[in-house]
């Protein structure tokens, strides 16, 4: 246990539905990311966030996709009117800032689309 | 400029074998190289990461190999087990904010 936790761990959805993810980070990390992954790919970089700010966003986040860190503590991540392509894992992780911190990652949150 | 390839995507080691995973960068100014180790229903976790000026880091029976002239660098586990059996991912990061993985090797160690 890294101390990142996600929830939910599984979701399966209908296309179309809405679906949130919520993430909580190790309690001193600053920073958080969202990243996605597919079956036999490694995880591609989301968004992140730095305290309760945004500060880069992937070309892969689409309109559909929404992240908020509101208080700078946990961030949940929104994606609108699923699609069967949204179907993948999400992975959270956090670190503190300044350099090249390590990232610890969550367990991730599954996402199936029907 | 921004990618990170990984081969072999798959690797069949017997126990007490030297498993051997490369990775290549294209973007001379990536400068920090991490290793993440994913076991099924697991996040990646950190296994050992080297910055360009040194060309090996050793921990436990894990080393990093880095060429910094061709661009490449390896994972390197010695005296294999079963219970290294993951998928390993090699990356980097543009810059302090972010990371670009590989696509990912998984190990299988038989006894």
């Known amino acids: 246990d890294t101390g990142v936790s996600q929830d939910p761990r599984h979701k399966i959805t209908k296309r179309g539905q809405n679906v949130t993810f919520r993430c909580d980070p190790i309690s001193e990390h600053n920073r958080l990311y969202w990243y996605r992954q597919t079956l036999g790919q490694g995880p591609e970089f989301l968004t992140y966030f730095q305290n309760e700010a945004q500060l880069e966003k992937s070309r892969l986040l689409s309109d559909r996709f929404s992240a908020e860190r509101p208080k700078g503590s946990f961030s949940t991540l929104e994606i609108q009117r699923t699609e069967q392509g949204d179907s993948a894992m999400y992975l959270c992780?956090?670190?503190?800032?300044?350099?090249?911190?390590?990232?610890?990652f969550g367990p991730g949150t599954r996402l199936t689309v029907l | 400029q921004q990618q990170v390839k990984q081969s072999p995507q798959s690797l069949i080691v017997q126990k007490g074998g030297i498993s051997i995973i490369n990775c290549a960068y294209e973007n001379t100014a990536f400068d920090y190289f991490p290793w993440y180790q994913q076991f099924p229903g697991k996040g990646p976790a950190l296994l050992i990461a080297?910055?360009?000026?040194?060309s090996e880091k050793k921990e436990g029976r894990f080393t990093i190999s880095f060429n910094k002239s061709a661009k490449q660098f390896s994972l390197h586990i010695m005296d294999s087990q079963p219970g290294d059996s993951a998928t390993y991912f090699c990356a980097a990061p543009p810059n302090t904010d972010k990371l670009i993985f590989g696509t990912g090797t998984r190990l299988q160690v038989f006894p």
């Open positions: 080297i910055r360009p000026d040194v």
């Open positions: 992780a956090s670190s503190r800032s300044g350099g090249y911190n390590e990232q610890f």
